[in-house]
């Protein structure tokens, strides 16, 4: 790798080994690059015009590499066992939900540049209708619009003028890379009681939270047929949710 590397540099008038390692780092933490974030930008361009390069430094580690040129973003997601540790209930289905949001407005034509626009609001109204939950109090959403605006899944806006209370965000091409395709089947396994618990254990929920702190990366969400919950890919050192405009 370190071979192939260095005949890229010696080609190129550009670019130089830090420049590589500093984009490998950056996709490592971020999860997911988008060419038109402006902190984004010249990485997406390095990676993008190297794909073999990273596809193939990424596959020696057991990761995934994803390169969508249309949608002008591209991505890791882990392999194997890594793809199956344990989110919270609310989490996963909160998942689940900004996917659904996510494919209606596309068959109502209603994405722009791939992004579908939408609220808290919004996303807390479909939760109760689908899921038929206690909707998560106003901290825990901002919790949970912080977490996956970390991950690349969705860009935050400001809240709302005249109700600061519902956060207006839109939400990414990138969640149909972690979500599922039967997400409405998801759904009702996981709301259905006589199968599933509504929280994880103490003992898990500790270990989640000290995951957290650490920092994670999403995966793919799908079923754990072991112990009946959502599952999803996480890995360490992610950064601070960082509010900017591309």
């Given at each position: 790798?370190?071979?192939?590397?260095?005949?890229?540099?010696?080609?190129?008038?550009?670019?130089?080994?830090?420049?590589?390692?500093?984009?490998?780092?950056?996709?490592?933490?971020?999860?997911?690059?988008?060419?038109?974030?402006?902190?984004?930008?010249?990485?997406?361009?390095?990676?993008?015009?190297?794909?073999?390069?990273?596809?193939?430094?990424?596959?020696?580690?057991?990761?995934?590499?994803?390169?969508?040129?249309?949608e002008a973003?591209?991505?890791?997601?882990?392999?194997?066992?890594?793809?199956?540790?344990?989110?919270?209930?609310?989490?996963?289905?909160?998942?689940?939900?900004?996917?659904?949001?996510?494919?209606?407005?596309?068959?109502?034509?209603?994405?722009?540049?791939?992004?579908?626009?939408?609220?808290?609001?919004?996303?807390?109204?479909?939760?109760?209708?689908?899921?038929?939950?206690?909707?998560?109090?106003?901290?825990?959403?901002?919790?949970?619009?912080?977490?996956?605006?970390?991950?690349?899944?969705?860009?935050?806006?400001?809240?709302?003028?005249?109700?600061?209370?519902?956060?207006?965000?839109?939400?990414l091409p990138?969640?149909?890379?972690?979500?599922?395709?039967?997400?409405?089947?998801?759904?009702?396994?996981?709301?259905?009681?006589?199968?599933?618990?509504?929280?994880?254990?103490?003992?898990?929920?500790?270990?989640?939270?000290?995951?957290?702190?650490?920092?994670?990366?999403?995966?793919?969400?799908?079923?754990?047929?072991?112990s009946n919950?959502?599952?999803?890919?996480?890995?360490?050192?992610?950064?601070?949710?960082?509010?900017?405009?591309?």
């Amino acid at each position: 790798m370190l071979n192939d590397l260095q005949k890229i540099i010696s080609r190129s008038e550009k670019y130089q080994e830090e420049d590589f390692v500093n984009a490998a780092n950056m996709l490592m933490v971020n999860q997911f690059i988008h060419s038109d974030k402006r902190s984004h930008r010249e990485v997406y361009f390095l990676i993008s015009s190297h794909v073999d390069y990273f596809r193939n430094l990424f596959a020696a580690i057991g990761w995934s590499f994803i390169y969508q040129p249309d949608e002008a973003y591209l991505g890791i997601l882990p392999l194997g066992h890594e793809r199956n540790l344990k989110l919270k209930l609310d989490e996963s289905l909160i998942l689940l939900c900004m996917r659904q949001m996510y494919e209606h407005k596309l068959e109502n034509f209603e994405i722009d540049s791939g992004r579908a626009f939408t609220s808290s609001d919004e996303l807390l109204a479909l939760f109760e209708t689908l899921t038929g939950k206690d909707l998560p109090n106003e901290t825990r959403t901002k919790e949970l619009i912080s977490l996956f605006s970390r991950h690349g899944l969705i860009e935050r806006g400001k809240p709302e003028e005249g109700n600061p209370k519902n956060i207006l965000f839109s939400i990414l091409p990138t969640i149909r890379q972690v979500v599922v395709e039967d997400y409405i089947k998801q759904i009702e396994l996981l709301c259905d009681v006589d199968n599933n618990r509504d929280a994880l254990t103490e003992e898990e929920e500790a270990i989640e939270d000290a995951e957290q702190e650490q920092g994670q990366v999403i995966g793919t969400v799908q079923d754990d047929d072991n112990s009946n919950q959502q599952t999803s890919t996480m890995t360490d050192d992610v950064m601070e949710d960082q509010n900017e405009t591309a």
